[in-house]
Every structure is written in C-alpha cells, then in structure tokens.
C-alpha cells in the first residue's frame, strides 16, 4: 500500500527527491516517516511528518532534507540536498496511525514501503 520512489546514484553536494506514494486507503490523517538502513546497520529514523504538518527531523540531516506530504495525492516526499556519502542507504516510507511521541521508532509503525536505494558517491 506504500511504494517508494526516486532512488538512485548521486555526488556528494547534489540532490534527490524521494516520494512514497500511498494507494489502498487514505493516509491523509496519519503519522508518515521516512527511515533508512544501511548495510550491516540498524534501520534508522529520518524524518516524520503529522497531517497537520508539524515535522520532526534526525539531527544527521536536519536542515538538509525535508518531508512534505501532498495529501490530495495521498503522497509523501523526502527532498534531499547536500547529500553525503554517509546518507547511503535502503530508504523506507512508512505509516502509522497515532502516536506523534514515538514517530522515530520504527517499530511503532503499520505500513511499510518496500525501500528505494539511495547512494551517494564520494
């Protein structure tokens, strides 16, 4: 019910926009996240966003990536600038009913998105 999109190889310094693109039922009133899991690594929290708009970031990408959501798309997308090699990974979009206070861990979430790799070159 979750697909993400917009992988891909970039240079350090450049940019990609990934979307997650929802279908099945409308997920216009919940919590959606992004998270990435690097190889040998845990899957990791990036960025959430409620419906309303509020938004909460990791602090390795703060001020570089932002998460916006286009509910009469029932989509999300995760903007990404000045990437670094170190943002390399499977990236996740994911959705979850309630609970705003948990949206960094990823097991409080519902629906997943089958991940879009993402790699960023030195």
């Known amino acids: 019910q979750l697909q993400a999109s917009g992988g891909g190889l970039v240079q350090a310094g450049g940019s990609l926009r990934l979307s997650c693109a929802a279908s099945g039922r409308t997920f216009s009133s919940w919590i959606m996240g992004w998270f990435r899991q690097a190889p040998g690594e845990e899957r990791e929290f990036v960025a959430a966003i409620r419906w309303i708009g509020a938004t909460d970031y990791a602090d390795s990408v703060k001020g570089r990536f932002t998460i916006s959501r286009d509910n009469a798309k029932n989509t999300v997308y995760l903007q990404m600038n000045n990437m670094k090699p170190e943002d390399t990974a499977v990236y996740y979009c994911?959705?979850?009913?309630?609970?705003?206070?948990?949206?960094?861990?990823?097991?409080?979430?519902?629906?997943w998105g089958q991940g879009t790799l993402v790699t960023v070159s030195s």
């Open positions: 994911a959705a979850k009913a309630t609970g705003w206070a948990a949206a960094r861990s990823p097991n409080e979430y519902d629906y």
